[in-house]
C-alpha cells in the first residue's frame, strides 16, 4: 500500500504543478515509510521539501498555501503527533470555507499513518478518526487496499476541502496488488463491499478490513453463513444510504474498530442504524474495539480486534 | 557592506531600547520623514480619524445593546494605518488579528461592510458565522478571515507567501498579531518557518501593553518582542507604535527586503491599549488610571494632526472637518447595517463543505421545517428567506 500511495502522489504531481508535499523527512529520505520516496528527485525540493520538526508549522503553513492557490499534501509522521496541529486542523482548516462565506477555502491533504500492529506503544498506534470526524468542515478517508489507496488519494487531492488521509500503516506492506498506472479516481464517500452476504454485516475500515475478510471466512466455513463484509472507506462524509441499506438487508450487525469503543466511530454508526432502521434488526448491534485504554506496547495483541474477537462477534449476533 | 534597503535595520539592531521616532509626542519632528506626497499624509490621517470613529461607534452600539461585541481600538491607529499604508494591495495580502480596524479602513473597506459584520446582518461577508469583528475581506485587498484563537494567522501567513514566492510573484504577507500572542505556538512555527524558507513575510507585533490583564512582564522575561527575532535568524526592529511615520517607515523597509527576496523581518511596534481588551473587560481592575494620562499624552491622532498643521499640509479646520464627517459616515453605517435582515437560516449548513452532503441537507431540511412551522426564521413578509 505504501508504494501505492507514493505512486498516487506521483501521479498527481505530474498532472498538476500545484501540487506540493511538505512534512517531517519527506525530502531525501522519502518518509519514514517511504511514502515519499523519488519525489524530491523527480520533482525539486521546492515541490516536495523537508521542514522543521514542528507539526503546528506544518499545518498552519499548509493552510496558508492551500489559500493562496497550492494544494498540500502535508505529512504528519504519526498520527500520535497531529496534536500539536489539531488547532490549525479544528479552528482554522476546518472552519475556514464556513467563517470566510466561501472566500477562503483550505483544499489541503493531510496524510498520516495510524493505527496499530507495529508494536508501536503508546505513540505510534493510535486511531484517533473519531476527532476528526466530529468536526465539522473536514473529511475522514481511511484506505483498506493499495487500490483505493491511490485513488482516494487523488480524490482527496482533487477535493476542495480539507481531507485527513489516514494510512493503516500496518497494511503498508501487508500484501500485493497490481493497481493501473497514471491517474484513477475513487469517488470519496462511497463504501466498498468487500465480500457479498445478508446473513450479518460487519462494518469495517482501515486495517480492521483484512481482519473482517477474515473473520467472515471462518464463519462461511464452520456455520456456511455469508457475512457482508462493508469497508465504509470515507468515514465523513459517510455514505450513509449504503449503510443503512446493508443493515436493512442484512439485520445482523457487527462494528468492528481498532480504536477505544467510548464516542468511537462505532458509536455514531451504531446510533444511527438504531435510528434509521431498527426495525430490521434481528439482533443487538455489536461492537468489536480497542479497550478504553492507552495503547499499549508488549500485549497490543490483545488489545487490537483479531478475527477470532470478530468471529465470535458475528456468531453471537447470528445467534440471538 | 551595507545593504542600501537595509541601512534602517542595521541602525536599528536587535535588542536596541529606543523605538525608532519620527514624530515626538507633541508632534515635532525629531527623525527623517518619508517622503510622502501631501494628499498620501491626508489619507493617513483619515483613516486614522475614521478608524478612531468606527470604534467608538462599535463602543456605543455595544453600550447601548445592539451589538453583543466589540474590541476596543483607541490608542492603536498609528500602528493599524502606518502598517496599511506600506501595503500594496494589488500584490500584497494581509493576515490580520482583530485589533486592526485601520488595515481595512484605510484600504478602502467600505465602512458599511465592516459594520455588517458587526451586526452579523445578510451582507456580512462571514455571513453571522462569526462574533463582531471578525472580518474576512478579498477585496479590495486580501485581508484573511481573523480567527479567535490566537497566533494561528502566523504560519499562514508564511504559507500564503511561500505561494507568492513559488508563483514567481512579487506579493508579500504582512501578518499582525499582539504581545500575548508571541507566546503561541503559532507565533514560534511561523517565525521558524519564515526563517528556514526566507518567506516574504513582515512579523508585525503590536505591543499595546497587556493580554486581556496580563502585562508585558509577565508575558516575557526578554527586552521587548522584537530580540526575539534573533533565535529565528530574524531581524527585529522596534518602532514607536504611536508615530504613523515612523511604522510607515519601518514597515515600508520591512517590505522592500521581502520583496527583494532578503526575507522576513519582525517588527515591534510600542503602543498602548487605551480601553479594556473587549467590550467585556473591565481594565480599570488592572490598569493604573495614571497609565491612561500618560498615554493620552501620546496620542497618535493628536500628535500626527500638531505634525501635519504645523508643517503647512493641513489646516486646523480641514482636521475638525474630517472628524465630523468621520463620525458622520460611522453613523450612517451602523444605521445602515442595523437595518438589514439577518442571514436565513440556511446559510447554518452552507460553506461547511464546497457541497452541501447529504446529511446536512437532511439537518437543513429539519432544522427549517421546524422553525418555520413556528413563524420563526422567517422574513417580515412571511416568506421564508431562502
Known amino acids: ?320 | 557592506m551595507v545593504s542600501p534597503v537595509a541601512w534602517s535595520f542595521d541602525s536599528l539592531s536587535f535588542g536596541m531600547s529606543e523605538a525608532l521616532q519620527i514624530i515626538d509626542p507633541s508632534g515635532k519632528k525629531v527623525g527623517s520623514a518619508p517622503r510622502l506626497k501631501k494628499e498620501a499624509l491626508l489619507a493617513m490621517y483619515r483613516a486614522m480619524v475614521r478608524t478612531r470613529a468606527f470604534d467608538d461607534r462599535c463602543m456605543k452600539l455595544q453600550r447601548t445593546g445592539k451589538i453583543g461585541f466589540s474590541v476596543p481600538n483607541k490608542g492603536i491607529e498609528a500602528t493599524s494605518v502606518g502598517a496599511a499604508a506600506a501595503l500594496d494591495i494589488t500584490t500584497d495580502w494581509v493576515a490580520p488579528h482583530y485589533r486592526d480596524f485601520g488595515i481595512p479602513i484605510f484600504h478602502g473597506v467600505q465602512s458599511v461592510e465592516m459594520m455588517d459584520n458587526m451586526f452579523g446582518n445578510v451582507d456580512d461577508s462571514a455571513v453571522g458565522r462569526q462574533m463582531p469583528v471578525h472580518f474576512s475581506f478579498d477585496r479590495p485587498l486580501k485581508y484573511l478571515s481573523i480567527s479567535s484563537p490566537l497566533g494561528t494567522q502566523i504560519p499562514q501567513a508564511v504559507g500564503v507567501a511561500m505561494a507568492m514566492k513559488r508563483q514567481k510573484e512579487l506579493g508579500i504577507c504582512l501578518t499582525t498579531f499582539g504581545d500575548g500572542s508571541t507566546n503561541t505556538l503559532g507565533f514560534h512555527s511561523g517565525m521558524n518557518f519564515a526563517g528556514v524558507y526566507g518567506a516574504p513575510v513582515v512579523f508585525l507585533c503590536q505591543n499595546n501593553g497587556w493580554a486581556i490583564s496580563c502585562p508585558v512582564e509577565k508575558q516575557t522575561a526578554s527586552e521587548g518582542f522584537a530580540v526575539k527575532g534573533e533565535a529565528y535568524g530574524i531581524p527585529g526592529v522596534t518602532v514607536d507604535g504611536n508615530d504613523v511615520l515612523a511604522v510607515y517607515r519601518v514597515v515600508s523597509e520591512a517590505i522592500k527586503r521581502a520583496r527583494a527576496g532578503e526575507g522576513p523581518t519582525l517588527i515591534e511596534a510600542v503602543t498602548f491599549r487605551m480601553g479594556g481588551h473587549s467590550t467585556s473587560d473591565d481594565p480599570s481592575k488592572y490598569v493604573d488610571p495614571q497609565e491612561f494620562v500618560e498615554w493620552e499624552g501620546r496620542c497618535p491622532i493628536r500628535r500626527f494632526r500638531a505634525y501635519l498643521t504645523s508643517e503647512g499640509k493641513m489646516a486646523e479646520e480641514e482636521a475638525d472637518a474630517i472628524k465630523v464627517e468621520a463620525e458622520a459616515e460611522m453613523m450612517a453605517a451602523a444605521k445602515e447595517a442595523e437595518a438589514k435582515p439577518v442571514p436565513s437560516l440556511d446559510t447554518i449548513f452552507t460553506d461547511v463543505y464546497a457541497e452541501v452532503p447529504p446529511h446536512l441537507h437532511a439537518q437543513s431540511d429539519f432544522a427549517i421545517g421546524h422553525y418555520s412551522s413556528r413563524g420563526e426564521g422567517v422574513n417580515e413578509k412571511g416568506e421564508f428567506p431562502l
Open chain 1, 1 to 320: 500500500m505504501v508504494q501505492a500511495v507514493n505512486d498516487g502522489l506521483k501521479s498527481i504531481m505530474r498532472e498538476d504543478d500545484s501540487v506540493l508535499v511538505l512534512g517531517e523527512d519527506v525530502g531525501p529520505k522519502g518518509g519514514v515509510f517511504l511514502a515519499t520516496e523519488g519525489l524530491t528527485s523527480e520533482f525539486g525540493e521546492d515541490r516536495c521539501f523537508d521542514t522543521p520538526l514542528s507539526e503546528d508549522g506544518i499545518i498552519g503553513v499548509g493552510v496558508g498555501l492551500a489559500m493562496n492557490g497550492m494544494k498540500p499534501v502535508c505529512e504528519i509522521q504519526f498520527q500520535d503527533f497531529i496534536f500539536p496541529a489539531f488547532d490549525q486542523i479544528v479552528s482554522e482548516a476546518a472552519k475556514m470555507r464556513y467563517r470566510s462565506g466561501g472566500q477562503y477555502t483550505v483544499p489541503m491533504v493531510i496524510r498520516t499513518p495510524y493505527g496499530g500492529g507495529i508494536r508501536g506503544g503508546l505513540y505510534h498506534s493510535q486511531s484517533g478518526e473519531a476527532y476528526f470526524a466530529h468536526t465539522a468542515g473536514l473529511k475522514v478517508v481511511v484506505p483498506s487496499t493499495p487500490y483505493d489507496a491511490k485513488g482516494l488519494l487523488i480524490s482527496s487531492i482533487l477535493d476542495p476541502d480539507p481531507v485527513i488521509f489516514l494510512e493503516p500503516k500496518a497494511l503498508y506492506r501487508a500484501f500485493r496488488e497490481d493497481i493501473p498506472e497514471g491517474m484513477y479516481t475513487v469517488d470519496l464517500s462511497t463504501t466498498r463491499d468487500v465480500l457479498p452476504g445478508d446473513d450479518a454485516v460487519i462494518f469495517c475500515y482501515g486495517a480492521m478490513v483484512p481482519v473482517a475478510t477474515e473473520a467472515a471466512r471462518r464463519i462461511k466455513e464452520s456455520r456456511n453463513k455469508d457475512a457482508r463484509v462493508v469497508d465504509l472507506r470515507t468515514l465523513m462524509p459517510l455514505d450513509e444510504d449504503a449503510v443503512l441499506q446493508a443493515a436493512r438487508d442484512c439485520g445482523r450487525i457487527v462494528i468492528v474498530q481498532e480504536a477505544p469503543r467510548f464516542c468511537g466511530y462505532g458509536s455514531e454508526l451504531s446510533a444511527m442504524i438504531a435510528e434509521h432502521a431498527v426495525e430490521y434488526l434481528e439482533a443487538p448491534i455489536k461492537r468489536v474495539t480497542g479497550f478504553d485504554t492507552p495503547f499499549p506496547n508488549t500485549l497490543e495483541n490483545y488489545y487490537l480486534p483479531d478475527a477470532r474477537r470478530v468471529t465470535d462477534a458475528v456468531e453471537e449476533v447470528l445467534d440471538f
